[in-house]
């Protein structure tokens, strides 16, 4: 994974960010992914910094010696896509991800336009493995 800014938890809260996405489609998409994520990870929602829905947390450490707390699973509302974080990236989902339906990738970040036209069930699978990973290391 490579070094990204660094965020922390705040006491905002994540319910009231979700209702204020101003994306008709974010928002909806938003508030399926706090159920979707709360049901796989068992966790709490937690806003860490101004835009990221975090649930649970895990501390990680860079080969460059910079380390800290990260959320073990998350996902941003963004205005062109919704951001889903893999701290792990995606060595060994190709299958998953070739059955999830339209999205695009970045090195540790899945974008989704619109949760309608994926396969919530393979997004499921793909958030619990990810977060499996990511907290049991």
Do not use: N
Not at 39 to 68: C, D, K, L
Not at 87 to 95: A, L, M, Q, R, S
């Amino acid at each position: 994974m490579a070094d990204s800014p660094v965020t922390v938890p705040t006491d905002a809260d994540p319910l009231a960010f979700v209702d204020a996405v101003p994306h008709a489609v974010r928002r909806r998409d938003a508030h399926t992914l706090l159920e979707l994520f709360g049901r796989v990870t068992g966790e709490r929602p937690v806003m860490w910094g101004p835009s990221i829905v975090g649930f649970g947390s895990y501390h990680y450490r860079y080969a460059s010696g910079r380390e800290g707390d990260a959320p073990a699973a998350g996902f941003s509302p963004r205005s062109t896509a919704t951001t889903l974080y893999f701290p792990y990236g995606f060595d060994g989902y190709d299958d998953e991800l070739a059955a999830l339906g339209p999205h695009r990738l970045g090195a540790s970040c899945l974008y989704v336009k619109d949760l309608a036209t994926v396969d919530l069930a393979v997004l499921e699978s793909l958030v619990s493995r990810a977060y499996a990973q990511v907290t049991s290391s």
